[in-house]
């Protein structure tokens, strides 16, 4: 049997970390494909319902990616999604998950090689903690 | 199930159009686009589309209060229960409250791999056993406790059903992977997602042998009562606390320290009208030495429903129903609202956290669950 590939799904704030990943391409800095980019306008807008929806699609973890905190380009954006995380991670403690399945990432512009390394780090970390029991085969 | 089977079911062809249900309807007194007569009318005529895709058939309370008083004795919550089922599967759906996150870890739930954590809130020196033959049905209060940005109050209330039950010297068993009872899921017409958590349950209910199940939460024991035996065998005596709490007090009292307090008593839709029971839960209050009831214009039988059900399609008309009914409770010069429901004291709470900037009118009322108010007045130390 082949390795355990996981699938992660990023939602990527439009003016830092989405902005980071594509420097991290164009530096051609090399990062695992396990990774699907999602564009968000902020990270504040993602509800607690799109990471349940991604769990519930067959990912094996969720990272939310915004600016640093002081840097949002929407003033507080990125702490509404800090205090979302929090207590999405309670919720998702009581539904049996292990809390890297949720990630929270501040990844500034000029940061692609950090947001490169992130992807790596994170595929090992889900690779050590095996598949979501949510996960479908479908889900590459 | 096709819409001429729901018909036969659910006795639809009785309907002799007099209109009773649209005028007694919570939902049409905000929102007068929706009429159960013209939905019942429109499946009568064949107009399947116009069933399906009309968001209204989401907005249905399904409170029995039209149910209650039709002279066809249709059963409109159930046409709907299931007319809901035809419109997911035409792709049609309702606005989900809070995103749908409820929705979502109800079908997460029904997840065989899934192992829970959900006993943490377990402390306090609260007894459970393995080996008792009564158990108690937490539900999905561990959840709401981080769901919602205010509290819920639903996991105190299982802690003081919890403390009830171990004063009256059982020490119930406690699940650790029980799932949702998947009450939502039938009302919003997700029947296969109910199926599963219902078969779940009842397998872990057969394994752990208990004969007794005890419920604080309404909707859970109306499920388990009258919807679980259409899908799966639960060879139990079911009960709700308020049942429970009234068979203890008229057996041999219960020894209650005094409760200074002026409360009325809002019947959830589940217990009430589902059910039937209005006596207990005012039984229970009585049997509180110290305490004043006094009953709201509208209660027993005639109450008004909470203002949202199954957390789908929560609008401003849900709004103005839940502060209508608060303005009611308010009105009866009592100091705190008994209810013995975690959704009707969710949908309440949550109501009188209006953030806007008009305010509107003061609702503010302290909302408390019945087994909260008993377990406080039961003194083993745990008062208020």
Not at chain 1, 54 to 80: P, Q, R, T, W
Not at chain 2, 99 to 104: E, I, R
Not at chain 2, 289 to 301: D, Q, S, Y
Not at chain 2, 350 to 365: L, S, Y
């Amino acid at each position: 049997m082949s390795e355990f590939e996981p699938s992660i799904l990023c939602f990527a704030c439009n003016w830092c970390s989405y902005a980071a990943a594509d420097i991290a391409g164009t530096s051609r800095i090399q990062y695992p494909p396990n990774v699907r980019l999602l564009r968000v306008m902020c990270s504040g807008m993602v509800d607690a319902e799109y990471v349940l929806k991604s769990l519930e699609a067959g990912f094996d973890g969720v990272m939310v990616a915004g600016c640093h905190i002081g840097d949002c380009h929407y003033i507080s954006g990125n702490i509404k999604a800090q205090e979302m995380v929090t207590r999405l991670k309670k919720l998702l403690h009581i539904l049996g998950l292990e809390d890297e399945r949720l990630m929270l990432k501040w990844i500034a512009t000029s940061e692609g090689p950090i947001f490169a390394e992130t992807i790596k780090e994170y595929v090992e970390q889900l690779k050590k903690l095996g598949p979501s029991p949510f996960r479908k085969e479908l889900v590459t | 199930m096709s819409l001429e089977d729901i018909i036969q079911e659910t006795k639809t062809f009785y309907c002799l159009d007099c209109g009773k249900c649209t005028g007694l309807c919570p939902v049409s007194r905000y929102n007068p686009a929706y009429s159960p007569r013209v939905m019942l009318e429109n499946a009568l005529f064949g107009f399947q589309d116009d069933l399906t895709y009309n968001h209204d058939l989401f907005s249905c309370l399904t409170c029995y209060a039209c149910s209650s008083k039709c002279p066809g004795d249709v059963d409109y919550p159930l046409f709907i229960q299931k007319a809901r089922a035809l419109a997911l599967d035409a792709g049609q759906h309702g606005d989900c409250a809070h995103s749908g996150t409820v929705q979502s870890l109800a079908r997460l739930m029904s997840n065989p791999g899934v192992s829970q954590n959900r006993l943490e809130w377990l402390s306090d020196g609260l007894r459970i056993s393995t080996q008792s033959d009564t158990m108690f049905f937490v539900g999905c209060a561990p959840y709401f406790e981080h769901i919602f940005d205010f509290d819920s109050g639903a996991i105190d209330a299982v802690k003081a059903s919890l403390k009830i039950l171990n004063h009256c010297g059982i020490e119930p068993v406690v699940l650790p992977n029980e799932r949702c009872c998947g009450h939502d899921m039938l009302w919003t017409g997700d029947v296969e997602t109910f199926r599963r958590l219902a078969e779940h349950n009842a397998a872990i209910i057969k394994e752990a042998g208990v004969k007794k199940i005890i419920f604080s939460c309404p909707e859970g024991y109306r499920t388990f009562k009258e919807d679980y035996p259409k899908y799966v065998d639960i060879n139990c005596e079911l009960q709700h606390i308020s049942e429970f709490l009234a068979d203890r007090i008229a057996e041999n009292g219960l020894d209650f320290s005094e409760v200074k307090r002026k409360v009325t008593y809002h019947d959830p839709c589940r217990l009430g009208r589902h059910l039937g029971i209005y006596e207990q839960p005012r039984k229970v209050i009585a049997a509180l030495p110290g305490i004043e009831l006094v009953e709201m214009e509208h209660n027993k039988e005639e109450s008004l429903c909470c203002g949202t059900s199954a957390f789908v399609n929560c609008d401003s008309c849900s709004k103005q129903i839940r502060v209508d009914r608060l303005l009611e409770a308010k009105a009866t010069g009592a100091d705190t609202l008994i209810t013995s429901c975690p959704k009707c004291q969710i949908h309440f709470r949550c109501a009188m956290t209006n953030k806007g900037e008009e305010k509107g009118p003061d609702v503010e009322i302290e909302v408390m669950d019945l087994v909260n108010l008993v377990a406080n007045a039961l003194g083993d130390g745990h008062n208020e």
